[in-house]
């Protein structure tokens, strides 16, 4: 089982629709969460970060933390076209020095 | 929000060369850095971390004497790769932390070894 799983898609949604990413993880006992936009040939941009239950939003974006369920999302309301990416999601441990690790992405289409 | 310049952005060279990969916090310090590999359609993979004045921490599996990292100031990571052979060829990039919060990366460098 690897430590940070993502359906590797690809999504596929429609302008103006909901796109909702999933991210699973193996470790009970991770503290912080991150959400990456990765375009093709591109180096990953930091979206969201959550760090505890619940939800937050920023703008057309909101991150979902069930750590009983070690499960997190990303909505993305909306869509667009340039929304159209590799989405990852990384995990981190306890300690804020640790390392984080990435998920496999799942690739995103917003089709005009 | 922070910038993390890496250079260069792409470079080819010669099997058996050395190739050096800077990245710099424009305008933070970082104490620690970060070194990932990305082949293509696969996901980051740890490749060191990198601490100021201290010795880089290799990942399992990661030749430390291949891949070369220094981190000699608060602004300044390197990663030289010595021997490039054609399987080195890969994406690598380079991402530097601020405190607790996750980091933000460069830009990354394509590394062609022919």
């Known amino acids: 089982q690897k430590e940070v799983e993502q359906n590797s898609g690809p999504l596929s949604v429609p302008e103006g629709a909901i796109a909702s990413l999933n991210c699973t993880y193996s470790d009970r006992v991770s503290q912080s969460f991150f959400w990456y936009r990765q375009y093709s040939g591109k180096s990953p941009e930091l979206i969201m970060s959550i760090y505890s239950n619940g939800d937050k939003e920023d703008g057309r974006f909101t991150a979902q933390l069930n750590k009983a369920s070690q499960y997190v999302s990303l909505l993305i309301r909306d869509s667009q076209p340039s929304d159209s990416a590799t989405y990852l999601c990384?995990?981190?441990?306890?300690?804020?020095?640790?390392?984080?690790?990435f998920g496999d992405g799942t690739t995103l289409t917003v089709k005009p | 929000g922070a910038v993390v310049s890496q250079h260069p952005s792409w470079v080819i060279c010669k099997s058996g060369t050395s190739v050096k990969i800077e990245c710099r916090s424009l305008d933070f310090q970082a104490t620690t850095m970060f070194w990932y590999r990305q082949f293509p359609k696969q996901s980051l993979m740890l490749m060191a971390t990198s601490n100021e004045g201290s010795k880089a921490t290799y990942e399992q599996g990661v030749e430390k004497d291949k891949f070369l990292i220094n981190h000699a100031s608060l602004t300044l990571s390197t990663l030289t790769v010595t021997s490039a052979h054609p399987e080195d060829s890969s994406f690598y990039i380079c991402?530097?932390?601020?405190?607790?919060?996750?980091?933000?990366f460069g830009q990354g460098t394509r590394l062609t070894v022919v």
């Open positions: 991402s530097a932390r601020i405190g607790g919060t996750e980091a933000f």
């Open positions: 990384a995990v981190r441990g306890q300690s804020n020095a640790g390392k984080s690790t």
